[in-house]
Nanobody, 124 residues
């Protein structure tokens, strides 16, 4: 059974940092396109960062460039989202997702598997 599990969410003050891990169970994500999405209350889900596991380029939404970093650990079948200089507008439920399209895009329909989400709250 394919499963993605996120963790690492929490409440921080503006300017703080959090790291979100996403671990895949039941399959090898060595050839998957992976992404982080987020959904704030009352807003649509949006792509935050995405990459193809076999590629060398990481992509970021303009709103998080320079503050967030996506990374991966093949041995642990895990990807991470390091979030620095957090702002109140980063408050959202964060989801990791996996799919098989290429090139990687922040398009919800491209992703077949989703985690349950982890909540991030940033206070001013």
């Amino acid at each position: 059974q394919v499963q993605l599990v996120e963790s690492g969410g929490g409440s921080v003050q503006a300017g703080g940092s959090l790291r979100l891990p996403c671990t895949a169970f039941g399959w090898n994500i060595g050839h998957a396109t992976m992404a982080w999405f987020r959904q704030a209350p009352g807003k649509e889900r949006e792509g935050v960062s995405w990459f193809s596991w076999s590629g060398s380029t990481n992509y970021y939404a303009d709103s998080v460039k320079g503050r967030f970093t996506i990374s991966r650990d093949n041995a642990k079948n895990t990807m991470y989202l390091q979030m620095n200089s957090l702002k109140p507008e980063d408050t959202a439920m964060y989801y990791c997702a996996a799919g098989f399209t290429f090139p990687p895009r922040p398009v919800i329909a491209d992703y077949n598997y989703w985690g349950q989400g982890t909540r991030v709250t940033v206070s001013s």
